[in-house]
């Protein structure tokens, strides 16, 4: 899978998507996603495997199971094992469900 491929995945949920952050507001819920690090494969001097470690990071103004649901059958869907973090961001009053997913080779 590609990042272009990840960001077509996420946009076919039906919510405004970005990589990073929106140049303008977006009202939630929305999601973003970046690169975080990567974790490739290495032996004898070379990257043989490459393994991109994402953010996918869904914001909603009120607890949304229903939108965390969707973005996590669309991960199963494409086969992106993922580990889930919430918190609540104060200043923004907005939740923050952040999935943390490997791409290989993308």
């Known amino acids: 899978m590609t990042q272009a491929e990840l960001y077509q995945a996420l946009k076919s ?3 405004p998507v970005a990589y990073g952050s929106f140049t303008s507001p977006v009202t939630p819920p929305f999601i973003t996603y970046q690169f ?3 974790s490739d494969m290495i032996a004898d001097n070379h990257n043989y495997v490459d393994i991109g470690n994402f953010q996918v990071e869904l914001y909603t103004a009120k607890k949304d199971l229903v939108a965390e649901q969707k973005v ?3 991960l199963k869907e494409l086969g992106l094992p993922y580990r889930k973090f919430e918190t609540y961001l104060d ?5 923050q469900i952040l999935y943390e997913i490997q791409i290989l080779g993308g």
């Open 13 to 15: 949920l039906g919510y």
């Open 36 to 38: 975080a690090y990567s």
């Open 72 to 74: 996590q059958d669309k």
């Open 91 to 95: 200043e923004e009053k907005m939740y």
